[in-house]
């Protein structure tokens, strides 16, 4: 598979399937992504290869949680987790070139949706904070 950011900047490639794809609505997510929070695809650090705009991508370390990276041309939030020092990290689902075939099997951090934001009644696992 394959993704970019907003500007084109930087390029990836990343090998499918993911172990799991969830949705986060934590404070955090809100504020990188200026909406509801993030839908991640669980990966190894290592299957994911920069191909174009390395010197682009700019890792952001919050006081809690994990590493956030993302272009610094044009602020597109590409990879949470810890990417790429930790052995899983996060894709955002929004980076990739073509839809992610796949729901949320879960939703994380739901003690923080917002009253603006409806969860859907999809079915998913929801969990207070991130799944055990
Ligand atoms: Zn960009
Ligand atoms: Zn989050």
Redesign the pocket.
Known sequence: MTGR??????RFEVEGPFEAVTQCHCASCKKLSGGVGTVNGRARSDAIRILE?RD?VRTYQPAEGSAKTF?S??G?NLFGGGWPESERCSVRLTTLDEAYPQKPSKHLYVRSVAPWETLPDDGAERHDTRSG
Not at 5 to 10: A, I, N, P, R, Y
């Open positions: 950011c907003l500007c084109g900047g930087v705009g682009l272009c041309v044009c597109s």
